[in-house]
């Protein structure tokens, strides 16, 4: 049986949950979630639990029950407490900015790029080279934060660019000069 897929879900204090057909939502003050499980998955709410079986032990099961279990994992965390991914920019000049919600990212190129967060998602900058997105759905959150990160990677030889931040970047020596 699935490791994963077998623990129960724990509902927090302040969260509701319904479930409806193949469509569970959760819900709090920060926000709401919603999204249609596969119909072959049974989910079912006892006191402040959630919990996910499944049909048989085919293959296809197997697969899609540690799929829901940690897709509504998710969303009753999102809810509660919510993510975050922070990302760091590094180089001499490079800036980030905030406008409005937007934000503009300044990485060496001819001109500013202006990135627009979805529904749901927000831009916080703590530092001057830190960019915070944050919000309650995790795919969201980091599609958004690796659409960032692709404006600018790292490079392997000055370390440039803008990364996560823990992200380590391989460094590779530069050209080496003969002597004769």
Same mark, same amino acid.
């Given at each position: /049986? ?36 596969? #119909?072959? /998955? ?16 085919? =293959? ?10 940690? /897709?509504?994992?998710? /969303? ?19 800036? #980030? ?12 190129? @001819?001109? @500013? ?14 530092? #001057? ?15 958004? &934060? ?24 391989? =460094?590779? &020596? ?7």
């Amino acid at each position: /049986m699935s490791r994963i897929g077998k623990k129960p879900i724990e509902i927090p204090n302040g969260v509701n949950v319904t479930i409806k057909d193949c469509t569970i939502s959760v819900k709090s003050p920060k926000g709401e979630l919603t999204w249609d499980f596969p #119909a072959d /998955m049974n989910v079912q709410m006892a006191e402040n639990q959630i919990l996910v079986t499944r049909p048989s032990d085919s =293959r296809g099961h197997r697969a899609l029950h540690g799929l829901t279990r940690m /897709m509504i994992a998710n /969303m009753v965390e999102g809810v509660s407490k919510g993510f975050s991914k922070t990302l760091e920019i590094e180089g001499v000049g490079y800036s #980030a900015e905030l406008k409005g919600n937007s934000v503009e990212i300044n990485v060496g190129m @001819s001109h @500013s790029i202006l990135v627009t967060p979805p529904d749901g998602v927000s831009f916080e900058i703590p530092k #001057a080279l830190n960019v915070t997105v944050k919000g309650i759905d995790k795919q969201k959150v980091g599609q958004i &934060a690796a659409k960032i990160r692709s404006i600018k990677p790292s490079e392997p030889y000055k370390g440039k660019g803008i990364r996560y931040v823990g992200e380590h970047v391989r =460094r590779k &020596a530069g050209k080496k000069v003969g002597v004769k």
